[in-house]
Every structure is written in structure tokens, then in C-alpha cells.
């Protein structure tokens, strides 16, 4: 996996709140005529729009065509996060040592990401307190800890590719397997089913995501 991608992978994480039980499910993901993601939720009423501009810049719309957020780019090749009405409200910047230090709208640090010497990620806060590590197991695996280096998620791919997302108590809550045409099928906890596009399920789980694209090179 590249370094690159796991810097976005817990970009994602932090921001999002990944390891907080949530339902992949409550969401319906598809892709347009025009290229653009189409987030709906269960009853079919769509939530967003995502799509990329005439700059390459990728766009948040929401049902009514209005700009709720996008992600540019900057002159010295920093990611600037802006809401609906342009102002800025997060960036993601390289120091002199190569990490990514995320800032806030202000200017001001609110966490950053960087490799130990064993070349795992490492989550610290705006106060450079280590939050979470993401490495690899011997296998091959995925495995995400916390500050005091206890497993709270994993990530084990099967010799078939397929994704089984693990809690800490090992227990399954998410599977993520591609068929013979590329559709992704993912399955809950419960079993049931939601499928969704391949080019939008960095959206749903990013780790799950560059696994899965490892899976078929």
C-alpha cells in the first residue's frame, strides 16, 4: 500500500469518525450518466452529489445543485478544504520532514501523520499526543491501534481478496467481497447486503478500499 494512500486512509479516519459503530447500510452509493457519485439514503431520495470540477477539484452538492464543500488544491500542492460559501475550513500540508499536518480554518494545528522508524503510521493530535497506529501483521493484514497500542479495528483479506473488518473483540462487522464483473457487494454485521460502485467505496471505508485494490492488481 503506498505510503501516499495510507496518509489518506487516516485522513479519513480521524475526520470521520471510522471507528465509531456506524451502518454502511443506511446509505445507497451510485454513479451517474456523467461520472458523478450519487449518495442516497435508503428511501431513494438523494442526499448528495459528488463530482469534480473543470480544475479537478472534487465538489459536494447537496439534493437542490447547491455547493455544500470541496477540496482543492493550492499552489504549493497542500489539499484546502472549504465549505458551501468558499471559506476555508481545513487544510492538509507537508513540513520539512514529510508528514501531513492537518490545520483548521485558522491556520491552527489540529493533528498530523507520520512513520515510526518500523514505517508504521502514526495518528498524533494538535498536541503531538500519539492517538492511533496503523500497521501491518505478518500476513499481510491491516491492524489499527489505539494510544495504548491495543487493536481496535482490523483488516484480513482472504486468498479470494475479500475484506473482513474485525472490532476488537475479533468479531466480524463488515465484509467487502468483488464478483466476477468488479461490483462490490458489502455485508453488515447482520448479514445483509448493500452494494455500491467501485469508484465511491474509498467513501464508506478507504483501508477496506486499497486492500481491495491490491487484491486485483
Do not use: W
Request: hydrophobic fraction near 35%; aromatic fraction near 8%.
Amino acid at each position: 500500500m503506498k505510503n501516499s494512500l495510507l496518509f489518506i486512509v487516516l485522513q479519513v479516519i480521524i475526520l470521520s469518525g471510522l471507528f465509531a459503530q456506524q451502518s454502511d447500510c443506511s446509505r445507497q452509493y451510485s454513479v451517474n450518466v456523467l461520472g458523478d457519485t450519487v449518495v442516497k439514503d435508503i428511501h431513494g431520495n438523494t442526499l448528495e452529489v459528488i463530482s469534480r470540477d473543470i480544475f479537478g477539484n472534487r465538489v459536494v452538492k447537496d439534493a437542490h445543485g447547491n455547493c455544500i464543500a470541496s477540496y482543492e488544491k493550492d499552489i504549493f500542492g497542500n489539499t484546502v478544504v472549504k465549505d458551501g460559501s468558499g471559506r476555508r475550513v481545513a487544510s492538509y500540508e507537508k513540513d520539512i520532514f514529510g508528514n501531513t499536518v492537518v490545520k483548521d480554518g485558522s491556520g491552527m494545528r489540529v493533528a498530523s501523520y507520520e512513520k515510526d522508524i518500523f514505517g508504521n503510521m502514526v495518528v498524533k493530535d494538535k498536541d503531538f499526543q500519539t492517538k492511533n497506529t496503523i500497521e501491518k501483521d505478518i500476513f499481510g493484514n491491516v491492524v489499527v491501534k489505539n494510544a495504548d497500542m491495543h487493536i481496535i479495528r482490523k483488516y484480513e483479506k482472504d486468498i479470494f481478496g475479500d475484506i473482513a473488518v474485525k472490532d476488537a473483540s475479533g468479531h466480524t462487522i463488515r465484509e467487502y467481497k468483488k464478483d466476477i464483473n468488479g461490483n462490490l457487494e458489502i455485508k453488515d454485521e447482520n448479514g445483509q447486503i448493500q452494494n455500491a460502485s467501485d469508484g465511491i467505496i474509498n467513501n464508506i471505508d478507504p483501508i477496506a478500499f486499497e486492500l481491495l485494490k491490491e487484491s486485483t492488481k
